[in-house]
């Protein structure tokens, strides 16, 4: 039990013949004004207070919680358990595998290291679609799979054996998030402690930053890095401010022709112009009654997209129906209805809790939606489809044509916001001539292409993928059988796919694809070209496979930009192919539209999809299928038995898993030829005391970038160039080029992952003019030649140089990548200097032992006159050493021998982004692997 009980909150709560001890919150002052989420986070703090990390104080502070106050209390949350998937969490055990080791070093007990709050991983990003449009398309790709994957899965059964706590969801079973909420979450979770039965909210963290789709279920849970990750299995609580709430009323019912898909996007639009950062999100109101369970979890699932630390839907009848729907024991089910209702947790439409914010949606006025090319909050009204990617277009033609006289007259642009990448043996010269003859306008720049015997023309926006994908949207029947009626309806009509569209569809659980088959809609997806190409998120993260090579080449010689629709939450440039210029959202039904249309110049308003076999026009509006028949195909399509059937036996794996050689013993034994798992050096020379926090002298600067760099930028997932340091790494290790997989793959290798770091093809360092990908120039040599990111650091590292970073807004948004955190700090960046940072990768660069600092409000590196030449020193950093944290600190960066002549030294003061006590723990012992390991020891 709780080790301290200051508020008397403990009872028992008796549901059918099973007693469960329980910590109420209505002992606590002020609770029943708190919003919902903040109820659960009462609730953790009565059951964990402990005296020391927490405090009667602090659960006093969330009490007396006053919605409109800037968050300044500190308080510490113990989730329930922790949900991993494999590209994150295959460093995270190669990391509690490291630390066993590092502990035996230390001389404590290597056993110590387990999970003590239960950890599940799931295997799903690792399938790529390299097959795709036949029959035997999944099978060869999970083949292939295990082909490339063998080391790390192999790693993974090790920890699955030689852990307690930790499950893993073999490959070919779903999509984490989906597994999450049709299997993992219990709503209400339960446990023995101290010989007790205890009941509490479930709650948990993930390393992946869609865990907030069990939002939908009422379940408090968000992503955080791998490296907060590990901290939390190990019994570490997560140290947040307690945060605003913003409440969002939703009304009104979605009309005819609106999918759940075309509701998200609209939120996302909204609350990222209302600013929703570091904040939770509520949904409540008359509306939410009506808001199925699959588009609750749609909705919580987008929450990185709008910028929110999570968006909570309350516990209802909805949620009871869906946990029974999926196979929880009634007794599940009514523990939930009865602990929600003694916690105050049910929701009441009719009672308007207190938030921080409010917005408000009628759900009647939404309208069919897409959204890109670039970033997923750009929405686009499907009617305004085709305008707005001329748009772009110009945009990106404008930007080509600049961009080619800027190489003629030798003066690139220093920023690049359009991602045009040539090819590396093009001079200027043959551009400007390729260019000025082959694209000289936006209309058109048409080419003739030969694929299997077919002929066929593709142009500027030409539709090249078209991917049913991701948790967001494949764990949705609405959407999903949606999708299977339209295609039902256009292979009646006589409609085909073009033949240029890569088409594929990816479940999110083997769930689908029964229910696909029992409503008789697999073989019309599979006319159209749909076959299942995997059980995981595959084109969302940029395992689309290639493209057909004479497509590709195609594309390259005339510079196409060509255009990739999917159905997941990500469309980040350079993500999803890289052949691929612009990138959209839709619903799954409108991928579907898309591989039929085949481009995005196209008005479904106006322009017909083909022919009927009478020869008569057919418009999208002939083929989409009614909103009723969609509702009546749910019901009769899908039951309990499905995922009683699926989930029976989901941690066993088929025959390949359990074939795998696995290896035993409590430490790991490492293979000094592996490329996949190799020991890292977090802990090497890592002695019980700590060092004390020096400040930054002579630092320069690896990177000066602009807004919105994601950890796709600085880490990228995909593909990896022959001709980059980490392609260069594995070739030298024997590795074939057909056999690199990709970055994400190669996670649990330290190796691959520094050389990767700053290794997108798209990111732009402003260091040089009109220069794309992992370069920058190297200061160590007289004139600052460029160089890769990596070989420059390695210079660096070599001459005792710190380094430091530069970037504009929302510095390291997109997915919670811990290796865009762990590779900085590898390659010897000290600091990160930015006008804002995204949360989680924030929280990461500390969790490293990189400070993050902020430019302050109204400065930035251009209006302060930094160029990124300059020699940077940091001070005031060592009062961390006295016990306090300091608000700002004084950077100064002073003019080098690289410099432009005439230039002088630039003052001013950054503002510390350490914001917790907790934070600066973690900063004082390295990182907070560290920190971790000496309290254990």
Request: net charge negative; glycine share 8%; charged share 20%.
């Amino acid at each position: 039990m709780s080790a301290v009980n200051s508020f008397d909150s403990l009872d028992t709560l008796t549901v059918g013949d099973e007693g469960y001890q329980v910590f109420r919150i209505d002992q606590v002052p002020g609770y029943e004004k708190l919003p919902f989420s903040l109820k659960v986070l009462l609730e953790n703090l009565l059951r964990t207070e402990d005296g020391a990390n927490v405090t009667a104080e602090q659960i006093r502070a969330l009490g007396a919680w006053q919605p409109s106050a800037e968050p300044d209390t500190e308080i510490q949350f113990t989730p329930a358990r922790v949900v991993m998937q494999d590209f994150t969490g295959v460093p995270c055990i190669v990391d509690l595998a490291t630390m066993r080791e590092a502990v035996a070093a230390l001389g404590g007990d290597p056993n110590k290291i387990n999970p003590l709050a239960p950890a599940e991983l799931v295997i799903d990003h690792s399938v790529i679609a390299d097959l795709f449009g036949t029959a035997d398309a999944l099978e060869r790709n999970v083949e292939i799979e295990y082909e490339r994957n063998g080391e790390r899965y192999q790693f993974l059964r090790w920890g699955q054996t030689a852990f307690d706590d930790f499950k893993v969801v073999p490959p070919g079973t779903g999509i984490v998030h989906q597994v999450n909420i049709e299997h993992l979450a219990k709503v209400t979770y339960t446990r023995t402690v101290d010989g007790v039965l205890r009941a509490y909210p479930d709650t948990c963290v993930g390393t992946d930053s869609h865990t907030t789709m069990v939002n939908g279920l009422g379940v408090l849970g968000w992503g955080v890095g791998g490296i907060e990750a590990e901290a939390a299995m190990l019994g570490q609580p997560v140290s947040m401010l307690i945060p605003k709430v913003v409440g969002f009323k939703l009304s009104g019912a979605i009309p005819t022709g609106v999918t759940a898909t075309d509701v998200v996007l609209t939120i996302t639009d909204m609350l990222r112009k209302h600013g929703v950062v570091g904040k939770f999100v509520e949904f409540y109101g008359e509306g939410v009654a009506s808001v199925p369970l699959a588009n609750r979890a749609t909705i919580g699932n987008m929450s990185p997209e709008f910028g929110s630390t999570a968006a909570m839907f309350p516990i209802d009848d909805v949620t009871l129906d869906y946990l029974r729907l999926t196979g929880r024991s009634e007794q599940q089910v009514a523990l939930v209805e009865a602990y929600s209702k003694l916690q105050s947790l049910w929701h009441d439409p009719s009672v308007e809790p207190v938030f921080s914010e409010y917005i408000e949606l009628d759900l009647s006025t939404v309208v069919p939606s897409i959204a890109g090319p670039r970033r997923p909050q750009d929405r686009i009204e499907l009617t305004q489809a085709k305008s707005a990617f001329e748009t772009a277009l110009v945009d990106y033609t404008n930007h080509v044509h600049s961009k080619v006289d800027a190489a003629v007259e030798g003066t690139f642009p220093a920023s690049d916001p359009v991602g045009f990448t040539p090819e590396d043996e093009d001079s200027a010269h043959e551009l400007s001539h390729r260019h000025r003859s082959s694209a000289p306008t936006t209309a058109s720049a048409p080419i003739d292409v030969t694929v299997d015997g077919k002929e066929f023309t593709i142009d500027h926006g030409a539709v090249t993928i078209a991917a049913i994908t991701s948790c967001t949207n494949t764990s949705n029947p609405s959407v999903m059988l949606a999708a299977g009626l339209l295609a039902r309806n256009a292979v009646r009509k006589g409609l085909t796919a073009k033949p240029w569209v890569k088409t594929t569809l990816a479940p999110g659980s083997k769930v689908v694809t029964d229910y696909y088959e029992k409503a008789g809609l697999t073989d019309d997806l599979e006319a159209l070209g749909f076959y299942t190409v995997g059980y995981g998120c595959t084109t969302c993260i940029g395992n689309s496979g290639p493209l057909a090579e004479e497509i590709s080449a195609a594309i390259a010689e005339k510079d196409l930009a060509v255009t990739a629709v999917l159905s997941g939450n990500r469309n980040f440039e350079g993500r999803i192919n890289p052949d691929v210029k612009m990138n959209y959202l839709a619903s799954p039904p409108l991928v579907i539209a898309y591989a039929l249309a085949g481009s995005m110049n196209f008005d479904f308003e106006k322009d017909p999809l083909g022919t009927d076999r009478e020869g008569n026009e057919v418009f999208l509006r002939d083929i989409w299928p009614d909103a009723a028949e969609v509702q009546a195909t749910i019901d009769s399509s899908i039951d309990t038995a499905m995922f009683d059937t699926q989930y029976a036996s989901v941690f066993e794996g088929d025959d390949r898993w359990r074939s795998l050689p696995t290896p035993d013993g409590a430490t790991f034994e490492w293979d000094e030829k592996s490329t996949y798992v190799r020991k890292p050096p977090y802990f090497d020379g890592m002695t019980i005391e700590t060092s004390p926090v020096t400040d930054i002298d002579g630092a320069r600067v690896l990177a000066k970038l602009g807004d919105s760099v994601t950890t796709d930028h600085i880490s990228p997932a995909g593909s990896i160039k022959a001709d980059s340091p980490a392609g260069a790494y594995l070739m030298e290790n024997g590795v074939d080029r057909k056999d690199f997989n990709s970055y994400g793959s190669r996670r649990g290798n330290h190796e691959v992952m520094i050389r990767g770091t700053f290794a997108n093809i798209r990111l732009r360092n402003q260091l040089l003019d009109g220069v794309e990908g992992g370069f920058t120039r190297d200061f160590t040599q007289p004139d600052g030649p460029q160089s890769f990111i990596y070989d420059a650091s390695r210079n660096y590292q070599a001459a005792g140089i710190p380094l430091v970073v530069f970037a504009g807004k929302e510095y390291g948004s997109g997915s919670s990548r811990d290796w865009a955190a762990k590779g900085t700090s590898l390659l010897g960046v000290r600091a990160v200097i930015a006008e804002s940072f995204e949360r989680i990768h924030r929280s990461n660069l500390i969790g490293m032992g990189v400070v993050p600092l902020q430019f302050r409000a109204g400065e930035t590196a251009e209006s302060l006159g930094l160029d990124g030449t300059e020699t940077v020193s940091i001070s005031g950093i060592t009062e961390l050493n006295e016990g306090r944290t300091p608000k700002t600190v004084r950077v100064t960066a002073a003019p080098s021998a690289q410099s432009p002549e005439g230039k002088s030294t630039i003052q001013f003061d950054a503002v510390v982004r350490i914001d917790t006590p907790g934070e600066a723990d973690y900063y004082r012992n390295g990182g907070i692997l560290q920190y971790v390991l000496r309290s254990l020891v």
